[in-house]
């Protein structure tokens, strides 16, 4: 029906091997995917979505409300909760949707938990790894670092297959590119082609974009594992100066998203301009974007940081601490 730029099926054909999934699909951003995908799996059936799943999944599920599903909110990283929920909202079609690496606690979610109840209650596990593709991936004896191999994702990182699963991702994060997927089955790949709207009535991804998510993947294949090795080990630095320093941090997974909540939420303007004014930018949690006793700022270290840059945030969160109290341990 429709025509779309030659570097898709490129892509795409790269993509599904480097996940290891069965088919995947395009779209230019996971925005788009969510908004669109999430109300045609759904149909009139049921939505039980994670209480700390992102923004757009949400906003992907009011979507769906209005086509006829029923949204529930299941606690954060809570299968048993989930199971409740499972039992107390039976109509199908039933999608359960989640962040994979939560893009402010920077932790994974107990897939395999939660893989088992979506297999046993016949419903499709939605995840949403915008922030663990291209960093975390596939767990071996050859690996670089306690991320895995080659940047695959959560799904593969913690060892899971694509039974029951639908995974999204996107390239605006680990590979600077705007473009996003669906790994999906072929068949769903061909009905989302038809049914998701953005597919049919929305441009593609520039084909510049396009070029720079090729590139973006030889670079993946010649030295990703490379580049998070020396990711690891400064997110590392990171994380045990603030053990140093007794700050709390939501981060459990020693993944670069290093959220750090201040003793006192009004301080938070402050904080992040004592820091910029010091060259380092991160980015500022207000409330009600996080609950109260979670804000603060997000550190998100980046493979093309120096050790000097780490340095030189460290010795500024050290003077930030003598004139904002971080939430201590
Ligand atoms: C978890 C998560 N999902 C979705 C998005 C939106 O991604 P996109 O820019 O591809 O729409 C973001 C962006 O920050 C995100 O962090």
Redesign the pocket.
């Known amino acids: 029906m429709l025509g779309s730029p030659a570097l898709y099926r490129q892509i795409e054909a790269r993509l599904t091997e480097l996940l290891g999934a069965a088919d995947s699909l395009l779209l230019?951003?996971?925005?788009?995917?969510?908004a669109s995908v999430i109300p045609v799996l759904a149909s009139d059936g049921t939505i039980y979505v994670d209480a700390r799943?992102?923004?757009?999944?949400w906003d992907g599920c009011v979507a769906a409300r209005g086509h006829g599903a029923t949204v529930v909110r299941s606690a954060h990283d809570d299968p048993e909760a989930l199971e409740r929920l499972l039992r107390r909202h039976p109509k199908t079609p039933r999608l359960v949707c989640m962040?994979?690496i939560?893009?402010m606690t920077g932790n994974p979610p107990d897939l395999p938990a939660f893989l088992a109840l979506a297999r046993e209650h016949d419903a499709l596990l939605y995840v949403?790894?915008?922030?663990g593709f291209g960093v975390v991936g596939e767990r071996d004896r050859e690996e670089t670092s306690p991320y895995g191999r080659r940047g695959n994702g959560v799904v593969r990182h913690l060892g899971q297959s694509y039974d029951h699963v639908v995974l999204?991702g996107?390239?605006?994060?680990a590979y600077s590119s705007?473009l996003?997927f669906i790994a999906c089955p072929p068949e769903l790949k061909r009905l989302l082609k038809v049914t998701a709207p953005p597919y049919l009535y929305s441009g593609p991804s520039p084909v510049a974009s396009l070029a720079s998510v090729l590139v973006g993947l030889q670079v993946n294949e010649a030295r990703g594992d490379d580049l998070r090795a020396v990711l690891w080990a400064r997110t590392r630095r990171l994380l045990d100066h603030l053990d140093k320093l007794g700050a709390y941090t939501l981060n459990r997974s020693g993944f670069p998203i290093v959220e750090v909540p201040l003793a006192d939420p009004d301080d938070l303007a402050r904080a992040g301009r004592f820091l910029l004014d010091r060259g380092i930018y991160v980015t500022l949690a207000f409330y009600p974007g996080v609950p109260r006793e979670e804000v603060g700022f997000r550190i998100q270290v980046t493979a093309a940081n120096t050790d000097d840059q780490v340095s030189e945030l460290l010795g500024a969160l050290d003077r930030l601490a003598d004139v904002v109290p971080l939430r201590q341990v």
């Not at 230019?28 to 969510?34: F, G, Q, V």
């Not at 799943?53 to 999944?57: G, M, S, W």
């Open positions: 230019p951003t996971l925005t788009h995917i969510h799943a992102h923004k757009t999944i962040d994979g939560n893009s949403d790894d915008a922030h999204t996107g390239f605006s994060k705007l996003a």
